[in-house]
C-alpha cells in the first residue's frame, strides 16, 4: 500500500491515524442519566468478560496441565477495566483464540501474556504509522479466520445433543446474539438459564413415605409404632420443590399421631419451605399430631431458629437421626396414652 500506492481502504483511512503518543489519564465526565443508560451494557458486559476470561483460563489450564485461580484472574480483570478507560481503552478480557495461540508458541505463565501485551504497546507507539496502513480487506480476512477459529463449531454441533432445555437456552441466546444484540441476548439467556435451574432443581427433589416402603429394611429394624408415619425428603426444600410436598402431605386421609420429617438430605431450606413447615405445625395442633424434625443440616436449622419456628417445635423434637425419631415418636405416643400433654390438646 505503502510503495505500490494501491487505492485500497485501510485502517488509518477508515477510523483515523494511529496516535503514536501515550494518552494522557483523563476522568470523563460522569452523570446520573450516563450512568443509567450505560448500566445494563456495563453489568452485561462485566458477565460476558468474566464468563470469556475463565473460559479462556479452563482451555489454558487444559492444555498444559495447570490450575488457575478464578478469584485472583477476575479481580485483576476487574481492576484492569476500571484503570484503562482512563486511558482511552475499551474493557478487556481473557480470549481463547489468543491463549491458545500463545500455549502453542510455547508460553506457560502469565509472562507470556505480559510480553504480548508489551510487544502490541511497542507496535502501537513506534509502528502505529505502518499498522494505519493495513488494508481493510486484509483484516476481514484475519477477522473471518479468527471468529472461525473462535466459533468451535465442533463443540457447537456436539451441544445440540443435549438435553432439550439446555439446547433451547443455547439457540436463544445464539439467535439473540445474531439478530439483536449481545446484551439483550446475555440477559435472555441468564434468565432462562435460572428459570432451566430452578425447574431442574424442583424435579430432583423427591419426597417419599419412608414408612409405607415394604423393601426398606432398615425401617423394619426401627420397629415404627402404629400412628407414627415418616416422609423423608431429598434435595433442596425451596419454592420449586415444595408444591410437590404439598401434594404429598395432601394424600395423607388419617392424621397420624407422630409425623416425623426425615430432612438429613436437604441442606438447602428457603422461606417457602419455612412456610410449608409452619403450615404443619399448625396442622399438627388442630390435629393434635406432633411433629419431629430429623437430620437437620446446619442452613436448615439456621433459618428454622431465624423464622421462630424452633420455638413452635418443642427441642426434644429435633433429633439427629431416624433411630432418635422413632424413639421419640414412642415415647410421644405414650406419654399421650398416660394423658400427658406434650401432645397439643384438642
Known sequence: VQFMHLDVET???????????????????????????????????????????????????????????????????????????????????????????NIRAGGR??????????????????????????PMPTLAGIL???????????????????????????????????????????????????????????????????TEDEDDRALRALDVPPGVMIYEIDGPFFFGAAEKFRDTMAEIEKPPKVLVL??????????????VIRDLVKKGKRDRSALILSGVHSQPMIALGKSDLLDEIAEDNLVPHLEAAVDRARDLIALRTTGSHALPPR
Open 11 to 101: 485502517i488509518g483511512s477508515r477510523f483515523g491515524a494511529i496516535d503514536a503518543s501515550f494518552p494522557l489519564p483523563h476522568l470523563p465526565a460522569v452523570t446520573l442519566p450516563t450512568i443509567l443508560s450505560l448500566v445494563g451494557a456495563a453489568f452485561a458486559i462485566a458477565a460476558l468478560g468474566g464468563i470469556e476470561s475463565l473460559l479462556s483460563a479452563v482451555v489454558a489450564d487444559g492444555m498444559i496441565g495447570s490450575r488457575h485461580r478464578s478469584n485472583m484472574e477476575l479481580v485483576a480483570q476487574g481492576v484492569a477495566n476500571v484503570v484503562t478507560p482512563l486511558f482511552g481503552g475499551i474493557p478487556a478480557t481473557g480470549a481463547i483464540a489468543r491463549t491458545a495461540t
Open 109 to 134: 505463565t502469565p509472562v507470556a501474556g505480559i510480553v504480548h501485551a508489551l510487544t502490541l504497546l511497542i507496535i502501537t507507539l513506534f509502528a502505529g504509522r505502518w499498522a494505519s496502513l493495513i
Open 144 to 210: 473471518m479466520v479468527v471468529s472461525y477459529n473462535m466459533s468451535e463449531w465442533r463443540t457447537f454441533r456436539g451441544l445440540l445433543s443435549a438435553p432439550r432445555g439446555d439446547v433451547a437456552v443455547l439457540l436463544t441466546t445464539f439467535f439473540l446474539t445474531v439478530f439483536v444484540d449481545l446484551t439483550v441476548a446475555l440477559g435472555v439467556g441468564m434468565v432462562l438459564a435460572s428459570f432451566l435451574f430452578i425447574r431442574q432443581m424442583g424435579e430432583a427433589t423427591t419426597v417419599r413415605s419412608v
Open 262 to 275: 426425615h430432612l438429613a438430605r436437604v441442606t438447602v431450606l428457603d422461606a417457602t419451605g419455612l412456610g
